[in-house]
């Protein structure tokens, strides 16, 4: 598989859609900063294959709460494609509920796609489609993105799955389907970004992906206060993309 392939596939796919059980700055081009509610990282990414590494993009992590409502965005730029995800939606104590998600991407000679989907409630038919372009979900479930920004917040909340470091379920939704994936929280470890090390605890996906949720996913949130992302990790059998923080905050 060329690389076009892993950069235009990996992003997309990684965080699959299952529907179940629900748990109720900028310093600089590629630099991260911590705010009082939220965060702006700048990250390099990766393609990992038979043990080696490529350098490949570099992308930004955001997310932007405003009162009762947030806007979460990953923009990934190389030289074969840019990309960008967004997660719009309502912020609340338990968290982060998407309304809205959109997946774009510019492909090389001027080619663009995009896909999205509206997300509504679930009624009496069940989750899943609901007209064009809709997609009805259980209370709480996240997509793509916003479940970074999930983890993020459970990370640092009382008697969350954070604290002993336990399985839970999410119910996670893509354009086209909800449905739920199981998340196993590893004890803090350290985590090597370039020349330094810093303790982290990985949230991994350790379900069976199935039908076009086949990538696997990690996440390193930081053990430090704030909790923030420091390494983002979609996995295919044989290949990976992997971004670390350029510059990793509290």
């Not at 990766?46 to 709460?65: D, I, K, M, V």
């Not at 030289?79 to 090389?108: I, T």
């Not at 336990?166 to 739920?180: D, G, Q, Y």
Request: glycine fraction near 10%; charge should be positive; hydrophobic fraction near 40%.
């Amino acid at each position: 598989m060329c690389r076009r392939r892993v950069l235009t596939t990996l992003p997309a796919l990684a965080i699959g859609a299952r529907a179940g059980a629900i748990i109720a700055g900028l310093g600089g081009s590629l630099a991260a900063r911590a705010e009082a509610a939220g965060f702006d990282i700048g990250f390099d990414g990766y393609y990992e294959a038979g043990g080696s590494r490529t350098p490949l993009a570099s992308a930004r992590l955001r997310f932007e709460p405003a009162g009762d409502a947030y806007r979460m965005s990953l923009d990934v730029d190389s030289l074969l494609a840019d990309l960008h995800y967004e997660s719009v939606g309502r912020l609340d104590a338990n968290g982060l509920h998407p309304e809205h998600y959109v997946e774009r991407r510019h492909l090389p000679f001027g080619r663009k796609r995009r896909r999205e989907a509206r997300f509504v409630p679930v009624g009496a038919n069940g989750a899943g489609p609901a007209g064009p372009g809709t997609l009805a979900v259980p209370d709480g479930t996240q997509d793509r993105i916003s479940l970074i920004g999930q983890l993020w917040q459970l990370a640092t909340r009382p008697g969350s799955p954070f604290e002993d470091g336990r399985r839970f379920e999410l119910a996670l939704a893509s354009v086209s389907k909800v449905r739920p994936v199981v998340l196993q929280v590893d004890p803090a470890a350290l985590l090597a970004i370039g020349d330094r090390q810093y303790r982290a605890r990985r949230v991994r996906r350790v379900d069976e992906p199935g039908d076009d949720d086949e990538l696997g996913i990690e996440i390193w949130l930081s053990a430090r206060e704030r909790k923030l992302p420091l390494a983002i990790r979609f996995i295919e059998p044989d290949r990976a993309l992997h971004f670390e923080a350029t510059a990793p905050g509290a």
